[in-house]
């Protein structure tokens, strides 16, 4: 069986869904309310999971009323917590978010905790020496965190995957430590500090970050699919066409289904497509952890597509 690493953030969602977003100073009513799980973290923690990979997830929760409810969701997912800390004085991550009715969504995020795992959290993962060959990384904890998480991967010859969302900048020793870099193209054009406005610019915003030593790219491109980015070449794997309803964790969905495919040794375009899939499944459905498929739906959905595919 496949074994993913994953550490990050963990957060509860609380999701409005309302016709349209609202503008500044603005108020939608007619909203509906719901509370999930959520947090890049978590979420792509139960999205490798469900691929079927065995996951273990480093995250740090508050000793509050939330980080109890994020540890039962995580045990009831079949994910082990004894590396889920608690911080004694940070409240839980919790994350607003409205969606509108074609499935975009606007996010706030209060990280508490997720704030507080430090490089000395990050070295309790040497019990986990030898375990796995797959570490997946975002960037809703501190960059200190990332950083020490991604030397001590490499140490062990992990392959490293890091999502780097939320945009943030990045320096070259941290992208030098990455196998395989994630982006959206807001965050591309972030890390690259280049324009990306179709497939050419964003290839090219790909080469300044191989120049930097990252491994290979993988451009997120929403419905469009994703776009592969290596020092050979690029290859654009399109999107499947799917009715989106919420949009939320479709990039942690394709980020988790990624690290699986990858971890059970599937050829990267073979991985590329079952994260293609996994990502298109979770824009069908609201909420995070909630809407992420499993392994059957991932390969039921490629197998409808492949059948239809003249
Ligand atoms: O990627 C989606 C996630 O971002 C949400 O679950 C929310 O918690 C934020 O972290």
């Given at each position: 069986?496949?074994?993913?690493?994953?550490?990050?953030?963990?957060?509860?969602?609380?999701?409005?869904?309302?016709?349209?977003?609202p503008?500044?100073?603005?108020?939608?009513?007619?909203?509906?309310?719901?509370?999930?799980?959520?947090?890049?973290?978590?979420?792509?923690?139960?999205?490798?999971?469900?691929?079927?990979?065995?996951?273990?997830?480093?995250?740090?929760?508050?000793?509050?009323?939330?980080?109890?409810?994020?540890?039962?969701?995580?045990?009831?997912?079949?994910?082990?917590?004894?590396?889920?800390?608690?911080?004694?004085?940070?409240?839980?991550?919790?994350?607003?978010?409205?969606?509108?009715?074609?499935?975009?969504?606007?996010?706030?995020?209060?990280?508490?905790?997720?704030?507080?795992?430090?490089?000395?959290?990050?070295?309790?993962?040497?019990?986990?020496?030898?375990w796995?060959?797959?570490?997946?990384?975002?960037?809703?904890?501190?960059?200190?965190?990332?950083?020490?998480?991604?030397?001590?991967?490499?140490?062990?010859?992990?392959?490293?995957?890091?999502?780097?969302?939320?945009?943030?900048?990045?320096?070259?020793?941290?992208?030098?430590?990455?196998?395989?870099?994630?982006?959206?193209?807001?965050?591309?054009?972030?890390?690259?500090?280049?324009?990306?406005?179709?497939?050419?610019?964003?290839?090219?915003?790909?080469?300044?970050?191989?120049?930097q030593?990252?491994?290979?790219?993988?451009?997120?491109?929403?419905?469009?699919?994703?776009?592969?980015?290596?020092?050979?070449?690029?290859?654009?794997?399109?999107?499947?066409?799917?009715?989106?309803?919420?949009?939320?964790?479709a990039?942690?969905?394709f980020?988790?289904?990624?690290?699986?495919?990858?971890?059970e040794?599937?050829?990267?375009?073979?991985?590329?497509?079952?994260?293609?899939?996994?990502?298109?499944l979770?824009?069908?459905?609201?909420?995070?952890?909630?809407?992420?498929?499993?392994?059957?739906?991932?390969?039921?959905?490629?197998?409808?597509?492949?059948?239809?595919?003249p």
């Amino acid at each position: 069986m496949p074994k993913v690493i994953v550490i990050g953030s963990a957060n509860v969602d609380l999701t409005i869904q309302v016709d349209r977003l609202p503008t500044p100073g603005e108020t939608v009513s007619d909203g509906r309310f719901y509370t999930s799980f959520g947090g890049k973290g978590a979420n792509q923690a139960v999205a490798a999971l469900r691929a079927g990979a065995q996951v273990r997830f480093l995250a740090k929760v508050g000793r509050d009323p939330n980080g109890d409810r994020i540890l039962e969701q995580l045990e009831a997912q079949g994910l082990h917590t004894d590396l889920i800390l608690r911080d004694e004085t940070e409240p839980s991550g919790v994350a607003l978010i409205m969606v509108d009715c074609n499935g975009r969504n606007a996010i706030a995020v209060a990280p508490g905790s997720n704030r507080k795992i430090t490089p000395e959290d990050i070295r309790r993962f040497e019990p986990l020496k030898g375990w796995g060959e797959t570490l997946l990384l975002q960037l809703e904890v501190p960059l200190d965190a990332v950083k020490e998480a991604l030397t001590l991967a490499r140490m062990q010859g992990l392959r490293t995957i890091l999502n780097p969302a939320p945009a943030r900048t990045l320096d070259e020793g941290v992208l030098a430590q990455v196998d395989l870099l994630t982006p959206n193209e807001g965050e591309l054009e972030r890390l690259s500090g280049s324009p990306v406005k179709e497939e050419k610019t964003a290839v090219e915003a790909c080469k300044i970050l191989l120049d930097q030593g990252v491994g290979e790219v993988i451009v997120t491109l929403g419905e469009h699919g994703a776009l592969h980015v290596t020092r050979k070449g690029a290859e654009l794997f399109p999107g499947y066409p799917v009715k989106a309803v919420d949009t939320t964790a479709a990039g942690d969905a394709f980020n988790g289904a990624l690290a699986c495919g990858l971890a059970e040794g599937r050829p990267m375009e073979d991985a590329i497509r079952f994260a293609n899939a996994a990502g298109a499944l979770t824009v069908t459905r609201r909420g995070a952890q909630d809407a992420l498929p499993s392994r059957d739906e991932i390969e039921n959905l490629l197998q409808r597509l492949d059948e239809d595919t003249p």
